[in-house]
T-cell receptor, first 111, second 113 residues
Framework: GESVGLHLPTLSVQEGDNSIINCAYSNSASDYFIWYKQESGKGPQFIIDIRSNMDKRQGQRVTVLLNKTVKHLSLQIAATQPGDSAVYFCAESGSGYALNFGKGTSLLVTP | EAQVTQNPRYLITVTGKKLTVTCSQNMNHEYMSWYRQDPGLGLRQIYYSMNVEVTDKGDVPEGYKVSRKEKRNFPLILESPSPNQTSLYFC????????????FGQGTRLTVV
């Protein structure tokens, strides 16, 4: 079946630096993409989403970039803070099918 | 406050003893689903429901049942739990099946011994 994967299982960044978490998808029919943050002991929480008619979308300290040509999605976190330490999931969806989640990247923010 | 509520948060049970994990949402969402989360495997969908009395299998439905008698509730039933069902379970709801944000509950940590 189609797959959604992440390039790096763990990412360690220093507080104040920018973080970039990458995600590859393989379903060319996907037209909706979403990033979730999961803190220890909690359920996944929505961060930001993007539709396939856009290349970039910005939120508060976060930016999602979508490159449909190479089927690649990234989440950029500006000025990373200790509270950003969590597991981040990308997910993709399209017409008639549910969100398909990647396996997650663990982000560790060091002082 | 918009939320998805699961109960219990933690459960330890023995093999073969039927159990139910409840899930309730207050956002009037039509679509609800159950996931299990295992190390290295990410989130895998167990069952989903498009609306009241409409349920269907997800990717890993074996050993589970669900029901959707009311829009807000979507319980997960394990008729005869086995140790391989030890996992972290999440209920989620959304406006529709795809192309929209899913709201997750806090999770239920189930251990079957």
């Amino acid at each position: 079946g189609e797959s959604v994967g992440l390039h790096l299982p763990t990412l360690s960044v220093q507080e104040g630096d920018n973080s970039i978490i990458n995600c590859a998808y393989s379903n060319s029919a996907s037209d909706y993409f979403i990033w979730y943050k999961q803190e220890s002991g909690k359920g996944p929480q929505f961060i930001i989403d993007i539709r396939s008619n856009m290349d970039k979308r910005q939120g508060q300290r976060v930016t999602v970039l979508l490159n449909k040509t190479v089927k690649h999605l990234s989440l950029q976190i500006a000025a990373t803070q200790p509270g950003d330490s969590a597991v981040y999931f990308c997910a993709e969806s399209g017409s008639g099918y549910a969100l398909n989640f990647g396996k997650g990247t663990s982000l560790l923010v060091t002082p | 406050e918009a939320q998805v509520t699961q109960n219990p948060r933690y459960l330890i049970t023995v093999t073969g003893k039927k159990l139910t994990v409840t899930c309730s949402q207050n956002m009037n969402h039509e679509y609800m689903s159950w996931y299990r989360q295992d190390p290295g495997l990410g989130l895998r969908q167990i069952y989903y429901s498009m609306n009241v009395e409409v349920t269907d299998k997800g990717d890993v439905p074996e050993g589970y049942k669900v029901s959707r008698k009311e829009k807000r509730n979507f319980p997960l039933i394990l008729e005869s739990p086995s140790p391989n069902q030890t996992s972290l379970y999440f209920c989620a709801s959304s406006l529709s099946r795809g192309r929209t944000e899913a709201f997750f509950g806090q999770g239920t940590r189930l251990t079957v011994v």
